[in-house]
């Protein structure tokens, strides 16, 4: 599995928008990208997923650059629910484990 | 999103008692995973199944540890002789044969004294 590296933490002010990094220089061809959060001790959410195009839903945007060696994950206006550790993993497409890093805390303050 | 349940929230047993953690399933989800989370530290991935047979397992996952899905019911974690280090949050995953994502549970405390 390709390995992820992320900042540990980040602060956001609420209503701006969140921009989280991610860096897998070492993605195969046919591995995606999916971003999952954790809010405090609950289970991890799904947030969204993309092989090389960006994609956008309800939750979130994913910013895959055309290499596919980093992508970002915007949170287009934060609010303090949306404080959480966020999490980059690369896996192939379903059936596979994820493998959680030590993920991104991400911050939002009034 | 589709809503995944598990019982019990929080189990206490003592070092050396089998406990069992349970996970209902959802409709048209066919992927099963069980994952644990030691406080403080990261997700770690136990194992997945599918079709009614273990697809994967990490090494925590040794003899002391089983699944199984009997006649399509509820997804059971066993851990036959608890130890300390067993404490965790205990979360069970779903997926479907269709999409690409997993959908987790609220976790089951296991404390383990």
């Known amino acids: 599995d390709a390995k992820t590296t992320q900042p540990t933490s980040m602060d956001c002010a609420e209503g701006r928008a969140a921009n989280l990094p991610c860096n897998h220089s070492?993605?195969?061809?046919?591995?995606?990208v999916y971003w999952y959060r954790q809010i405090h001790s609950q289970g991890p959410q799904y947030i969204i997923h993309?092989?090389?195009n960006n994609e956008t839903n309800e939750m979130a945007s994913l910013i895959i650059t055309e290499d596919r060696k980093s992508s970002t994950l915007i949170l287009p206006h934060a609010t303090l629910r949306d404080t959480a550790v966020y999490y980059c993993i690369v896996s192939y497409t379903h059936g596979n484990k994820l493998v959680f890093g030590a993920g991104t805390i991400l911050r939002v303050k009034s | 999103e589709p809503e995944v349940t598990q019982t019990p929230s929080h189990q206490v047993t003592q070092m050396g008692q089998e406990v069992i953690l349970r996970c209902v399933p959802i409709?048209?989800?066919?992927?099963f995973y069980w994952y644990r989370q030691i406080l403080g530290q990261k997700v770690e991935f136990l194992v997945s199944?599918?079709?009614?047979?273990?697809?994967?397992k990490s090494e925590i996952f040794d003899d002391q540890f089983s699944v199984e899905r009997p006649d399509g019911s509820n997804f059971t974690l066993k851990i036959r002789s608890t130890k300390l280090e067993d404490s965790a949050m205990y979360f069970c995953a779903m997926g479907q044969a269709s999409s690409y994502e997993q959908y987790f549970g609220p976790g089951t405390r296991l404390t383990v004294t």
């Open positions: 409709s048209n989800h066919l992927y």
């Open positions: 993309g092989l090389k």
């Open positions: 070492t993605i195969s061809g046919n591995e995606y």
């Open positions: 199944f599918y079709n009614n047979e273990i697809s994967e």
